[in-house]
Structures are given as C-alpha cells and as structure tokens.
C-alpha cells in the first residue's frame, strides 16, 4: 500500500513538472523572430603553450635581466607579474647575457648545482662592482658570504611572509594589509607553501616568514661605481602568482571582494624598487593611461527585468559625468524558473541608446545560471533562436553549454547594438575553468569573473587556459574591486574610496561593479565615486582600457644614454597606444619626441604612438 503512495506520488511530481516545464516554454515566444545565428562555428579550443621565452626578449641592457634557469618552472606566473606591474625585462638564458644588465634577477634557483663556479664568481663580482643580483631559493655554490646569511634551508610548510621595518619597505609597503602575505588559505588543513628560509642574516631582513627566518634577505656592498645589492628569495613567487591569478587561493585574503588586499602586488612593488634602486635608467610602463593616478572601471551587471529598463538612468548620469561605463547585459529570451524573459524587441532602443551614450555592451550570459562552471562545453554550433537553456533551481540547468552562453549572447547583443561585443562577465562570477580558452574561441578579448581579493592583486593579468601553469591564453583578466552585495551599498562611499586610494598608491585598477537593479543609493553611489576621482582617476570602458592594457603590453622600450645629460628613448609600439605613462628617475625631464605628451613629477605621458617613437628627456646630474 505504501509502496502505490509513493508511486502514485512520484508520478504526481514528475507530471507537475512537466506541465510546469511546458508552461514556461510555451509562454516564451522566439522573441526575436527575424534573427538566426551566429553563422560561424566555433573551433574547440585545445591549450597550448603560447608564449615562449622570445616573446619576452628584448636587446635593451637597461632592462632587467631575467635569468631562467629552468624551463619547466612557473616562469609564466613572474614575467606575466613584471608586466602587469610595467617592469621591463628581457629574458636570458646565460649568465653571460644576464651580465649586461645593472640588475639581474635569477630563477627559480641560484645554486652550486645549476650554475658554474665560474658564473657563481662573475654574479659575485657584479655585485661588488656596483650590480645588483636578486636570485630565487639560493642554495649552496659559496653564495651564503654574498647574501648575507649562514644557511639556507628548504621547509614544505610556510604559512605567511611578513615584510620588515627597513626603511628600504616603507617606502611602497606600510600598512598590514600590505605588509602581511599569508601563504594558506584560512580554512584550508593545509600547513602552507614550501621555501627556502635563511639563517642568521648580516642585515635586517626585507621580509621574514611565519618562523621569523628570513624569507627575502638583503645585503651590499660600497664601490666605486655605487652600491651593490644582493637579494636572496625564498619564495616561489611565479608559482605563488598563477596559482593566485588561477583562482587557487581564493580564500587566501582576508574577504573576498571590497578590501584593499595587495597582496601579489607588494612582491611586484618589491622588485619595481630593486629595479629602480639598481638601474640609473628604470623607466616603468604605469599600469593607468594618461598619467592619471589609478584606472576606474565603472561595471553594471542586468540580469533583472528592472536593471534593463534602468539603464537609462545610469548611462545619462554617466555620459553627463564623461565617464564611459560597461554595461554586462544578460540575453535573457527564455522564461525559466529563476526569472521572465526580459530581452526583447521593446528594449532595443535602450541598448541602442548605451551605445550612443558612448558606454560598452558586454555579456553577461544567457542563462545566467550559477551552474555555467559545472556546463558542457558545447558543440560550438549553437545558436539562436535554438540554443534554449532552461534554470531549474539555482543549482541546476538543462540544455546549457559554456559555447552557447557566450556564441549566443555575443550574437544577439552584437546585432541589437550594432557594436562588437569583446567583454565578458558571467552570472555569479561563475567561472568554468576553459573560460579563458573558451572566451579566446568565441572571440572575445577580455573577462572580468574574478574578485581583485581572489586573485590576490589589483592589477589586470593574462588568463591561463584550465588554470594551467603553461597554458597562456589572449585573453585578460579585469579582476572586480568592489561590487554593491554586502548591505546598502549607498553607505559604503568613503570605504571604497579608501580603497581605491590604495590602490591609486601604484597605479592599479578599480573595477567598480554596480547593479541597475536600484537606482536610489546605487545610483547616488556611483556619482560621488566619479565626483571623488574626477581628477585623478583615467575612466574608460573595459572595451578601451583593454585594448590600451593589450598594447601596452606589447610595447618595448630602447634608452640610449651615450650622450651625457641626455637620455633617447625608443618607445616601440606595434599596435599603437595614446598615453602610455612613463614613470622616470628623478632628475628627467621631457624634452620633446611625441606630440600630445606631458610631464606631471615623474609621470609623463605620452601622445599617440604607432611604431617607434623616439622620446627625449634631458637629465641633471
Ligand atoms: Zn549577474
């Protein structure tokens, strides 16, 4: 008897929801009955090492040398670090080249093992002579006298790194939030990172780890040509980069989004300095156009029928500001469970209007399921009005793949904006892990899906394929600053402007996500954030700053300094780039070289660049 119950039961539950399931689908009309596509099919991505150690050399000698010793490291995770933080290297592979350069750095290790005495000597050499040598996990090779330490010892479990009071610190690291790296996850039963951990140092350590060893040590010595300078690294900092860019440490910080967490970024600031104090000519690549103090990217998320139809209030206030936003925008065309569809004819003009305001459509998904992390990935067929992925539950969705969340929205945005549609963010900050290979696939350019505190920097960075250590993709990541999910967000104004001056400390970025949905104090919020940065702040589209981040990316620099009291820069840029912002050694002052540049302090930036630009900077002595 019970047994029917249950049965009959069952079929009752099964029946409601197939009826529940037919309602809903038969309620949503093809809204959009003149539209098909997208035609082309995507090619199924398969990751592959991208970059090699050629896409990072370069013949200027002022650069930093980075010497790596071993191909199979996390080199990837520390030259995608200097640049995101503008530090010009080259990459060598012999001693021999790394000795033309003033600083040289050395990875993943320095030891008796890998390098020859005679190397071992010329380092020390370099040293004396007024160089400067930072090297990774030193080991042995009569290297300890030129450190400044006794002995070194490999250890399986650090857990944090804690920069010193040396005055060399404070001068880009002094609160604890940037002075304290912790190396485990809070909640983690894991003890923490290997490294290598150095004893009884000759000088005060730049960092020390958990134990109070010295994680970073610092030594130097006088000549005639200077001071040179020895660092010691027990850290594997590539490694601790992408496993934090590759979303592996994402409850490494202290909260996952809101806070002013630096914690990759005092490593990179760490050897900007170096290379400042080492290289006479160090010139770094700011990580803000224009010579603006930080980046601002205001993002707004619509995944909600009244997020859409606020748009306008948004985007007026916006283009009266001047400041160019990026609107996320979910295709929602399908009634599910988790909501009525919304993108529809009716609206176009307001996607339309963006546009014309002067502000960035982007996606935002078409299903905007919490699962798109756990989807298919797809045929790399799908498309509209076909492609039909229904929410059941905010933990499961059928007929959903990740190539038809991204081929599909791009299409029917692309085609109701008449702009192309390059940004992504998915619902939830959900985040397959072939997202960077799948985004690359359906052509886009750049994702914002993860927290600046789950990625551990402020910075934008290249996106791995599959969280991988080798696999680099084209796409950049735009990691979120702060978003409007924790309370009134109307109340948190001076907070994120605490944090955004920060930030502004090193030039970083401030994603700003803000929902539509509430006009009132989001609204509000918004406007005096732009109120408090007006001035200093570079605000644009993803859109602009990517492709502003991208050709910076690709742009080199050749100084030549023959001729006392004045330096030629060589500014190459391939893809062309306005107001790449040099920031020179003190004492330089521009001379002349590309029109529309301008010198603020030892900020200069400059006019528009296509190919080499020669720039002129006379220098007192
Ligand atoms: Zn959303």
Known sequence: MNKLI????????????????????????????????????????????????????????????????????????????????????TIVESANAALNHDVIMVYPALTGANTSPEALRAFAEHVRKGGTLLAFSVIGGGMPELFGFENSIELPEFTAIRLSNDPFNNSYANSPAEKFIPLTENTSSEGGLSGISYHNTKHLPIATFNDGSAAITHNFFESDNGTGHAYAIGLELGHFILRATNARFVQLADSYVNEYQPKIDTFLRFLAKVYQQGEDNAILLSPTPQGKALTVLITHDIDFTRSINNIPFYAEMEKSMAVPATYFIQTKYLTDFSDEFFFQPSRVDIIEDVVRDGMEVASHSVSHSNEFSYMPTGTGKEQYPYYKPFVET?????????????????????????????????????????????????????DSSITANQALTHLPYRAMADRSYDFPTSIFEFPVTIEDEKGRLGDRINEAIAVARNIA???????????????????????????????????????????????????????????????????????????????????WTYNGGVSGSQQNGQLVSLGFIKGTASVEFAVSP
């Open 394 to 446: 905010f933990t499961s969705v059928r007929n959903a793949s990740i190539s038809g969340e991204l081929r599909v929205s791009k299409f029917l945005l692309e085609q109701t904006s008449g702009q192309q549609v390059v940004s992504f963010r998915p619902g939830h900050l959900s985040r397959p892990d072939s997202l960077p290979q799948m985004l690359e696939a359906t052509g886009y350019l750049y």
């Open 6 to 89: 249950k049965r009959y039961a069952e079929t009752a539950i099964l029946l409601g929801l197939a009826i529940a399931g037919w309602y809903f689908f038969i309620r949503t009309p093809v809204v959009f009955p003149d539209l098909k596509g997208p035609a082309e099919i995507t090619v199924l991505p398969t990751p592959a090492p991208t970059l090699s150690f050629a896409d990072f050399q370069h013949d200027d000698n002022n650069a930093l040398a980075l010497l790596i010793n071993d191909r199979n490291s996390s080199w990837l995770g520390l030259a995608s670090g200097l640049k995101s933080m503008g530090i010009p290297f």
């Open 505 to 587: 400390r090193y030039h970083g970025l401030v994603n700003l996500l803000v929902h539509t949905d509430v006009t009132d104090h989001k609204l509000a919020f918004v406007e005096q954030f732009i109120v408090a940065f007006k001035d200093q702040a570079w605000f644009g589209t993803m859109a602009e700053y990517g492709n502003w981040w991208v050709a910076r990316d690709t742009t080199s620099l050749f100084i030549h300094d023959d001729q006392p009291g004045l330096r030629i820069v060589e500014v190459s840029a391939p893809l062309g780039i306005n107001g790449l912002t040099l920031q020179v050694p003190q004492g």
